[in-house]
């Protein structure tokens, strides 16, 4: 701290561990980073209870608005508040100008490699990417072969997952290239934040991030089908069951354009209609938050009563556009990652901006071996799940855990890869009345329309639970706001 | 406007009405119980029971605080308060991004007052407060409906909602009653039947505003010409048709594609039907029928509004 400054923090960290892993407030020794000093001055200032005060304010207004989300699997309470961590995470100007460049290049990237996947394949053709990898994705998507797509555009929601490691450095832990969530909460945590800390708000110069849902809605408009210059945009949501369906009304609501199920559209003459009190009305533009699996039970998986028959023959057509477009989870398989900074150098000869993490691919023998010996050690994901769903996090398994793991990657090896346990960065968080670290990743939203907008932030993730490394909003993770500083 | 949307706006609506109706007939109907005379106890809560549309009643149990304790909170119960204000936030959940955001606050209030501790509380101390908390809840949602929704294609299908519902259990509650009261006898004035009668009245808060058209005066003639036909109090069943009329023609004037023409038959000849005819003329033929032909002809436009605006076929729409 500056001599100028004197502030007493010791009431407020008390004894809050520093160790190997990057802490986002604070240097190893223990120093309030520049970036943090006002809001470290600020918390100091505040008696001791305001916090907790100001907490159960926005608590109780997340309630009341019905901010929430729905936890599958379980009966009794299934309608949740998003759990939410008052103090904000601060990004500097020098790294987001990093990221922002980082995730240009990697999202021009994987939007070329799922066109040429579904065109010429030449990347395949040329060795860069295996064959078998590819086609064997349970993401890939036949039907997509050889079908043009508007703007060449397949990606146009991205929504992808950086961790700092302890050199300070941001990686990609993955891409999230078919329904990414999550960008409803970033912005009522930033409308929320503005009411409970307004001096320190506007004291920072922080970047807006209110305008997204126009870009959002203009990046859909601009994917609209030729010679619909009036484009009927619609976003298709799963229902009110879906455990994100708030978000689906919310960014309706803030776009203006109509929240449709599947039951709403009917397709005729590979149309898409869908049903008003007026009659029927043409539909140009689907903003989809519904799986391809679920998306057209005549293509697609017949059981599922959430799509519309009929849809992706409209899609072929060109009568249609549908966003992002059916087939990108090919480049969300966490084996086709590893290839990620293959294809920024095969399609623009760059060197990667912003790295992987070191992913061990279980189809290679080598790898395997390496891994099955230190499974204590790894993390070991299967390629298609998400939502921190089908993990093994080695240093926290159990015996039994591992030799069951072990033996669902003999099985099937194609199905899992490992990464090193990662010491991620670690932010403070505010836990009965004190600060104490918790493990953050950041998820920015990228839209990819006309050109790449990046809306300046995203969503920070917390696990809440002490020491533990899984952020996801379905197993105890939260969130906070992010300040891009001008 | 999607139909989807509009049917759960629609429904949301008449849920919300019936959740008020429910509230302030159990209110009355307790209040009667705790004078002496007229009819008994079990007696009056079956009249109640069907005026909720329960034709078969509701089998008593001989503990008043029970059977009130369900019919507020019993989810599983159709007729309940607490079922009706699930529906109605279930469906507007549904059509979150259709209806503003005070207006969803206010419901998800009332939602998590109902189902709070607070709400059992304030019921073992005074069932009527407790009630009157719920009428209040939904008063509000109704003025911050009416002052920040846009008046479009969706406020108007919240209007048909609530006015049909409404209609529909004013005609009910005088068919029921019409047996025991509306006929007219010597003694009305007087005695056990004058508090039934402004008991009636009390079901659809017409008490105050009956007194300022007839006086405190009450007859049960001039109780039925009120509620029939009387065209400026909002629960008077002309009234409610008339809203109803009003806003199927703004729907129709807004979108207009499809001119629904059975539809605006038959709500305009009901319409003619409560402006035309006079009390007289009711009392002289068979009102129980008269009222009974009511309640039949709002199932009917319900039925055609489905039919115009929610589950027509493609062909059908297709073919405009």
Redesign the interface.
């Known amino acids: 701290m500056t001599a100028g400054h004197p502030v007493e923090l010791e009431p407020l960290f008390g004894d809050y561990p520093l160790d190997q892993a990057y802490d986002e407030m604070r240097e190893p020794a223990g120093e309030v980073r520049e970036q943090y000093r006002a809001l470290a001055e600020t918390l100091a200032a505040l008696p001791a209870d305001e916090l907790r005060r100001r907490k159960q304010s926005v608590d109780l207004a997340f309630l009341t608005q019905g901010i929430t989300f729905t936890v599958y699997g379980r009966e009794e309470g299934t309608e949740r508040i998003f759990p939410y961590d008052l103090l904000p995470r601060l990004i500097t100007a020098r790294e987001w100008e990093c990221i922002e460049r980082g995730l240009t290049q990697r999202i021009t990237a994987l939007n070329l490699f799922l066109r040429d996947v579904y065109s010429d394949a030449k990347i395949l053709n040329d060795k860069v990417v295996p064959r078998d990898l590819v086609y064997s994705c349970k993401h890939y998507r036949r039907q997509m072969r050889g079908l043009q797509v508007p703007r060449n555009v397949y990606i146009a929601v991205v929504g992808s997952d950086l961790l700092r490691l302890n050199t300070g450095e941001f990686v990609v832990l993955e891409d999230n290239l078919r329904v990414p969530s999550g960008v409803s909460y970033m912005l009522t945590n930033r409308r929320v934040m503005k009411r409970t800390f307004p001096q320190l708000f506007s004291s920072y110069g922080v970047r807006p991030i209110e305008h997204y849902p126009q870009l959002l809605l203009s990046t859909l408009r601009s994917l609209a089908p030729e010679g619909r210059p009036e484009p009927n945009i619609v976003l298709l949501t799963p229902g009110v069951f879906n455990s994100a369906y708030f978000e689906h009304t919310y960014l309706a609501r803030q776009m203006g354009i109509d929240l449709v199920e599947g039951r709403d559209l009917v397709t005729h003459d590979n149309i898409v209609y869908m049903r008003t009190t007026d009659g029927l009305k043409r539909v140009d533009v689907i903003y989809r938050r519904v799986d391809d699996d679920f998306s057209d039970p005549l293509v697609f998986r017949s059981d599922s009563a959430l799509g519309c028959p009929g849809l992706f023959n409209a899609y072929r057509a060109g009568n249609v556009t549908v966003s992002n477009a059916f087939g990108t989870g090919l480049a969300d398989d966490k084996a086709v990652y590893a290839y990620v900074p293959k294809m920024i150098r095969y399609y623009l000869n760059e060197d990667p901006i912003l790295p992987n993490v070191e992913t061990f691919l279980l189809s290679e023998e080598k790898d395997r071996q390496h891994v099955l010996a230190n499974l204590d050690k790894l993390v070991i994901k299967a390629v298609g799940e998400s939502g921190g769903y089908g993990m093994l996090i080695g240093p926290k398994s159990t015996a039994r855990q591992r030799e069951d793991f072990a033996r669902q990657i003999e099985a099937n090896p194609r199905n899992y890869i490992a990464q090193p346990t990662l010491d991620f960065s670690r932010a403070p968080c505010l836990v009965e009345d004190r600060l104490e670290p918790r493990h953050v990743d950041l998820r920015p939203y990228v839209l990819f329309g006309d050109k790449i907008n990046i809306v300046p932030g995203g969503l920070t993730r917390v696990a809440l639970e002490k020491g533990s490394l899984v952020v996801n909003s379905s197993q105890g993770g939260g969130s906070k706001d992010t300040w891009v500083l001008e | 406007?999607?139909?989807?949307?509009?049917d759960s706006l629609y429904w949301m609506s008449r849920y919300l009405e019936r959740a008020e109706n429910t509230s302030r007939l159990l209110d009355v109907t307790m209040g009667l119980m705790l004078d002496p005379g007229g009819a008994n106890a079990e007696q009056r809560w079956q009249r109640m029971a069907a005026a909720l549309g329960r034709t078969k009643g509701i089998e008593w149990n001989g503990s008043l605080e029970d059977m009130s304790h369900k019919l507020v909170f019993d989810h599983l119960d159709p007729s309940s308060v607490t079922y009706c204000i699930n529906g109605a936030r279930?469906n507007a959940?549904?059509?979150?991004?259709?209806i503003s955001?005070e207006q969803?606050?206010r419901l998800?209030?009332l939602f998590?007052h109902i189902h709070s501790p607070n709400a059992q509380a304030q019921f073992q101390s005074s069932v009527s407060e407790m009630l009157a908390s719920v009428v209040d809840g939904i008063y509000l949602f109704k003025g911050t409906t009416d002052t920040t929704m846009i008046h479009g294609?969706g406020w108007q299908?919240i209007r048909l909602g609530r006015y049909l519902e409404r209609a529909y259990a004013t005609a009910t509650l005088l068919e029921v009653f019409q047996p025991d009261l509306l006929q007219p006898s010597a003694e009305e004035r007087t005695g056990p039947l004058y508090l039934e009668l402004v008991g009636l009245l009390r079901c659809c808060t017409s008490f105050e505003a009956y007194c300022q058209v007839y006086t405190a005066d009450v007859s049960t003639d001039r109780i039925l010409e009120f509620l029939l036909f009387n065209r400026d109090f909002p629960h008077a069943i002309c009234y409610c048709i008339e809203g109803a009329r009003q806003a199927i023609e703004a729907?129709q004037a807004s979108?207009?594609?499809?001119a629904p023409e059975e539809l605006i038959a038959g709500i305009g000849k009901l319409h003619s039907l409560l402006i035309f005819t006079t009390i007289g003329e009711t009392l002289a033929g068979d009102s129980a029928a008269f009222l009974h032909n009511i309640r039949a002809q709002c199932l009917r436009i319900h039925e055609l509004i489905y039919r115009y605006?929610?589950q027509?076929s493609?062909q059908s729409?297709?073919a405009?």
């Open positions: 406007m999607l139909s989807r949307v509009a279930e959940r549904q059509v979150r991004e259709e955001s969803w606050q998800n209030r998590h294609q299908f729907i979108g207009g594609r499809r605006y929610v027509y493609i729409a297709l405009v």
